[in-house]
């Protein structure tokens, strides 16, 4: 998961008054769908038949373990690199085997960058050595390294409050303790760029999670037009504590920073797009995705693994049940994510004359634990569907909907802009733990929990795209 900053705090802010909001809704959802109602309930033996299938038959696992055998093969798959484009080439070559021909890849053009050596080591008042990872497009210190004294900020109101002379020719440590993902992202993500505007040598942000076991979290961050571009990683929760500690009892505190990383934004990728044609109206759309690029760190095989196979899943368990919805489903892949969205804006520039065949577009970027429900972006009609659909998942706890506009990470481009769609709402609490470091590995996935993201997330496109009425 990349981030939108401003949606994740309206998300936060939506989650508060969902109470509210759903009761709002309760009394009109049947007036305003009238006989819609029953023909979603006749779904009932549809969706059991393809939770059945997933839980109890033939595909019980299967996510599991084909998620296991790719990200094995292929470990870490970042952006611009060879081993994302093999990555892409199997994922084919796994969906040709499943009979699935309707296969296109759309070409984008996407950045490379490679880290090299990271180092800090903390030289006064006492030798210690950092675990680091810098962050997305970091520039290299010298190879000496910078060295250099720390100032300890919690927020940017707090740097902006210090005086430009405290702040110059220093290393500026921000040390907000996590809140929301959206909102403590801002230091990762604009950290550098704001340290710098003030004269800092180089900036690290304490790792944006709630847990550690001494893990720095790697993430993107972007430099500001104008400013001079300075080095910029993360730190461990604990090591961030004990920068601040010391630094609240007035000690003077000295780092080394060496970082070294190439950057080439001209490499090319590819979206990979998977159809199950609609049988009466394929021209409209029902889309599952996740992405299929990861940070360099771990396997990424949560973020965003678990999603890219259970929309991988999608169209091959309804291929293998004889289920052709009205509407084509159709599995995107998305490229390039973690660097920003990349893959997601190269694909709504390139079918920016047919946005409006999108009748429902879903993600699953923010873990695939046990699935709890969706988070929903649409006007009320569209809402109204979803919720009555989601009633249909009481038997496996996953009957939730969480209103949330511009819903998603890649989708949020689309969301963001009126186009109906929804995210996956998982029992994710553990996901930040994991997130972007090299803890992100098979160990976090769960086979049954994948079968219930799998099921749901099958029989619910399944269900919507084959309904007699669109979304919106
Ligand atoms: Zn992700």
New binding site residues.
């Given amino acids: 998961?990349?981030f939108l900053s401003i949606i994740s705090v309206s998300f936060f802010l939506i989650v508060a008054s969902e109470a509210k909001v759903l009761n709002k809704n309760a009394n009109t959802c049947e007036e305003i769908l009238g006989p819609l109602v029953d023909e979603i309930r006749s779904y009932e033996d549809v969706k059991d038949k393809i939770l059945n299938y997933v839980l109890n038959g033939d595909f019980k696992r299967k996510t599991y373990d084909e998620l296991a055998i790719f990200v094995d093969k292929f470990g870490a798959r970042p952006s611009g690199t060879q081993v994302l484009e093999d990555s892409i080439d199997y994922m084919i070559e796994l969906s040709r085997k499943e009979g699935l021909e309707d296969i296109t890849t759309e070409e984008v053009v996407v950045p490379r960058w490679e880290r090299g050596e990271e180092k800090l080591t903390m030289v006064e008042p006492r030798i210690k050595n950092m675990v680091i990872l810098g962050l997305g497009r970091s520039v290299s210190t010298p190879p000496e390294g910078i060295t250099a004294e720390v100032v300890v900020v919690k927020s940017f109101d707090e740097l902006e409050n210090t005086p430009d002379e405290n702040i110059k020719g220093k290393i500026v440590l921000y040390d907000p303790i996590f809140t929301t993902y959206g909102e403590t992202v801002a230091v990762r993500s604009q950290g550098a760029s704001k340290a710098s505007a003030k004269g800092a040598v180089a900036s690290l942000v304490r790792s944006v999670t709630q847990f550690s076991i001494n893990s720095p979290h790697t993430g993107s961050q972007n430099y500001a037009d104008g400013v001079i571009k300075i080095p910029t990683a993360a730190i461990s929760l604990e090591d961030a504590d004990l920068i601040r500690r010391l630094y609240d009892r007035g000690e003077k505190i000295v780092l080394n920073l060496q970082m070294s990383s190439t950057y080439d934004d001209t490499k090319v990728s590819r979206n990979t797009l998977v159809d199950l044609k609609g049988s009466q109206n394929p021209e409209k759309l029902v889309i599952v995705s996740g992405?299929i690029d990861s940070w360099d760190v771990g396997q990424g095989a949560m973020?965003?693994g678990g999603g890219l196979f259970i929309s991988w899943a999608a169209p091959v368990i309804l291929k293998r049940l004889n289920l052709t919805p009205k509407r084509t489903l159709r599995a995107i892949f998305w490229t390039a994510?973690?660097l920003g969205l990349i893959g997601a804006y190269a694909y709504k520039e390139a079918h920016k004359e047919e946005l409006n065949n999108i009748n429902f577009i879903m993600e699953s970027?923010e873990g695939t634990f046990a699935p709890l429900g969706l988070y929903v972006s649409g006007n009320t009609r569209t809402r109204c569907i979803a919720q009555e659909v989601l009633k249909l998942f009481k038997s496996i706890n996953a009957s939730t909907l969480i209103e949330q506009d511009g819903a998603g990470?890649d989708i949020a481009v689309f969301t963001g802009n009126g186009i109906p769609g929804a995210s996956l709402y998982n029992d994710n609490e553990k996901y930040f733990w994991f997130h972007h470091t090299e803890g992100d590995t098979m160990n976090v996935e769960d086979p049954d929990e994948l079968d219930l993201g799998a099921a749901f997330w099958t029989a619910v496109s399944y269900i919507i795209a084959d309904l007699s009425e669109d979304m919106a």
């Fill in positions: 998961m990349y992405h973020d965003d994510e973690e970027d990470s």
